[in-house]
């Protein structure tokens, strides 16, 4: 069971969990096609940005393998909502988990995404008793392969045309950390 002690600090940011009135700062990024380009859903009307908040309102504790755990990410300066990070728990048997890291793209190359999805993995690693973290992304989301190859995970596969997206195939990057990895860091 992972049940973080909110509010997480880091140097610049506050991670947290959702509350109904980030609608308006989630649906910003959430609706735009830069920012969905290179993930499963297209960008999200209002409505569907009210019901994604409503289901990430309810996930700020880990209790079971299979859930996941959604947090916002908000600057320490402004107050303001600026990502949404996600630590899903994959299995209990193997120990593992996955990382999602989302961002408005005004804040982007900027640091906030490292600086946030470190504290996913301490969360991971040092809390949950995770033994290994891994994070995907499609082969031309090259800022997102970055971020992961920046917080040090290593690049574990490249699946040639393995789904169908948006009606087309599409290649996958695979990263993970171990957390004797993380430990090393």
Known sequence: MLQPAYPLK???LILRPFKKTDLNALHSFQSRPDVTRY???????R???????EDKIARSTLTEPGEYLAIA???IDTGELIGD????WTSREHASGEIGVVFHPQHH???????????????????LGLHRIHGRCDSRNVASASLMEGLGMRREAHLRENELVKGEWTDELVYAMLS?????R
């Open 109 to 127: 190359g900027k640091g906030y995404a490292a600086e946030a999805a470190t504290e996913l993995f301490r969360l991971g690693f040092d809390e």
């Open 73 to 75: 990410v908000e600057l």
């Open 39 to 45: 993930l499963y859903w297209e960008p999200r009307t």
């Open 10 to 12: 880091t140097a610049r």
């Open 85 to 88: 990070l996600t630590l899903w």
């Open 47 to 53: 409505a569907e940005t009210a019901a994604l908040l």
């Open 180 to 184: 004797s990895e993380w430990k090393r």
